[in-house]
């Protein structure tokens, strides 16, 4: 099935900095969603991507999928502490089972 | 509006004991989903159910592990003869056919 490696594992960045994560997979994905995990708590979905080159925004965060449908990377610009957590990227596979990247925590100093 | 609910919230068991982890999808919800989560890692799959049906189950251990969803009730998740390693957090998630999945609080089950 379809594998998704996540970069980086872990990121510390000074509140107001920008962060960014990015998913990689060696076969073309049909789909990409994005969850946020805060300490303790549950995955909480944020969007799903399907199309080539795909570019969706919520607030401060930009959501892309690679032209190739290979890779995608979420962007927070000018980061603020409610942002702490791991973000996870996920492929839908077969009747509906979602594979999970390795998520990357972010810290924030504030 | 109740959310996916899952009980117990934190469960300790000592090893050779069961666990057995509810899960109460959304309203409107007949499709249910768990996965495990260990501790610094990203979920995993386990098992993917509709009403009294497994659907996919790739993600369970072959032995101690079983899940079901029957007609009326929650899903139940069991752990026959804990060992350590089944220590985690185990999440539940419900949607619609097709629909996005909305995930519950989780379990924490600590095996000592």
Known sequence: ?110 | NAGVMQNPRHLVRRRGQEARLRCSPMKGHSHVYWYRQLPEEGLKFMVYLQKENIIDESGMPKERFSAEFPKEGPSILRIQQVVRGDSAAYFCASSRPNGEQFFGPGTRLTVL
């Open chain 1, 1 to 110: 099935g379809q594998q998704v490696m996540q970069i980086p594992q872990y990121q510390h960045v000074q509140e107001g900095e920008d962060f960014t994560t990015y998913c990689n997979s060696s076969t073309t994905l049909s789909n990409i969603q994005w969850y946020k995990q805060r300490p303790g708590g549950h995955p909480v979905f944020l969007i799903q991507l399907v199309k080539s080159g795909e570019v969706k925004k919520q607030k401060r965060l930009t959501f892309q999928f690679g032209e190739a449908k290979k890779n995608s990377s979420l962007h927070i610009t000018a980061t603020q502490t409610t942002d702490v957590g791991t973000y996870f990227c996920a492929v839908i596979q077969g009747a509906q089972k979602l594979v999970f990247g390795q998520g990357t925590r972010l810290t924030i100093n504030p």
